[in-house]
């Protein structure tokens, strides 16, 4: 009980230092011309958030519109014919719940976990700190399995681990999987699923012992600074938390900071924008830190992935421009390989494709960068399920199904590099 009443008076703390969404609203709009794609996707550097990736035609997609343009922009859509439909009035409403759920099920978990040094519970989403003492007792109890290192520090000085996980002690023998997850701070659902996959892979060696074909070095939490500030202040933080000299407005998009092709689409040069691509490339730790464990083990890895939300895709480059990759068969086939497992084992269904012409092009992507500069050809952005009323409030007892339908896909990915390579 006391433990339960603690977190309760934190939840309250924690509510009112919260950035509040009250009065925010979110439409959903339909787009079926290019010209007007491209107009829409201006707003971005306006205050527009657009939650759903942004291949709008003929697919619905949610935009969040701040209180100071509740006029302006439904203005805009009504003069460009856009069809629009409010969706959600008051987006505070949404994160009110979504913090009494998780402050709930974070109490219960810690009360049922007594003095145990760290949590295997999946029903709440985990902060920095939880995942990161996992990490540590993983790497503690399984010596012979894990190895944990520091890829780097935030900017506001936090710890960037990487666990490595191999039975034969990365002796060379087998191929590598690449993984990073959450340089996008407010995509909840990502850094579980990557410790989900590493839980299995650990606890559950002996049963995943396929997967164990392969060798896997994952960083699952790449921007610790941003999905702690997400936690703690700003539930739709994206960036890093970069100072940025001469703004107020802080942070990079990590996911458009990576050097190839740096700056040719997709990007703003807005500080404040949510895609802000920074004053240069890599000029963010974060991106670093994965760039130079990357770069440390490029020579073994066969496939690279990085994990977002949200959207139910397995996207591959060229990210920068409406290009194919020259890999493009096999990063088909695999995809489709992975989607139709996932697909009839849990019912849900990826989409499968070149991430600019299925979407909109972006560049500085880490999918982009792996493929283009370290060689691996077989590279992907997973999108993985959303869900709640944002897309990016998955309810947390989706976090089992979501990443237990993921590692299944993790399971066709790592056999068929195992067989191939």
Not at 98 to 117: D, I
Not at 262 to 274: E, V
Request: aromatic letters at 12%; glycine letters at 6%; hydrophobic letters at 40%.
């Amino acid at each position: 009980m006391r433990n339960f009443i603690v977190l309760a008076a934190l939840f309250a703390l924690s509510a009112a230092t919260q950035v509040s969404y009250d009065g925010y609203q979110v439409v959903t709009i339909k787009v079926d011309d290019a010209t007007k794609l491209d107009l829409l996707f201006q707003w971005q550097d306006h205050g527009i958030d657009f939650w759903d990736n942004m291949n709008a035609l003929g697919r619905p997609v949610r935009v969040m519109i701040p209180p100071s343009l509740l006029d302006e922009f439904p203005a805009f859509l009504r003069e460009n014919e856009i069809s629009y439909e409010l969706t959600i009035p008051n987006v505070e409403t949404v994160f009110q719940e979504e913090r009494r759920v998780q402050m709930q099920r974070r109490a219960r978990a810690l009360m049922n976990r007594g003095t145990s040094r760290s949590t295997t519970d999946f029903s709440y989403y985990w902060q920095t700190e939880e995942i990161h003492s996992y990490l540590r007792a993983l790497a503690a109890d399984y010596p012979n399995l894990v190895t944990l290192d520091q890829a780097g520090t935030s900017y506001e000085g936090r710890e960037i681990l990487v666990i490595r996980i191999s039975n034969s002690g990365f002796d060379g023998s087998k191929p590598k999987i690449f993984i990073d997850a959450t340089i996008h701070a407010r995509e909840w659902i990502a850094p579980m699923a990557a410790m989900y996959l590493i839980h299995e892979l650990v606890v559950h060696s002996n049963e995943n012992a396929d997967l164990l074909d392969c060798d896997w070095i994952i960083i699952p939490l790449a921007n610790p600074d941003g999905y702690q500030f997400s936690h703690d202040s700003n539930r739709m933080w994206r960036k890093t938390r970069s100072v940025n000299p001469g703004s107020t407005c802080m942070g990079v998009d990590g996911n458009r900071n990576y050097r190839f092709n740096w700056g040719y689409a997709g990007i703003s040069t807005n500080p404040c924008s949510d895609i802000y691509l920074g004053p240069e490339p890599h000029s963010e730790v974060e991106v670093q830190a994965v760039s130079n464990e990357l770069t440390k083990e490029a020579a073994g890895v066969k496939l690279y992935l990085s994990f977002h939300s949200f959207g139910d895709w397995l996207l591959f480059p060229w990210g920068y421009d409406r290009i194919y990759h020259d890999n493009r068969d096999q990063l088909y086939d695999l995809g489709h390989l992975v989607a139709d497992e996932i697909y009839y084992t849990h019912g849900r269904r990826y989409t499968v494709g070149n991430s600019a012409i299925l979407l909109y092009p972006a560049a500085g992507a880490s999918d982009d960068y792996a493929a283009a500069e370290h060689n691996i050809d077989l590279s992907y952005t997973v999108e993985l399920t959303g869900g709640g009323s944002t897309g990016f409030d998955l309810p947390p007892d989706q976090i089992i199904p979501v990443s237990g339908e993921m590692f299944t896909g993790m399971r066709a990915y790592a056999r068929y590099i195992a067989q191939n390579y």
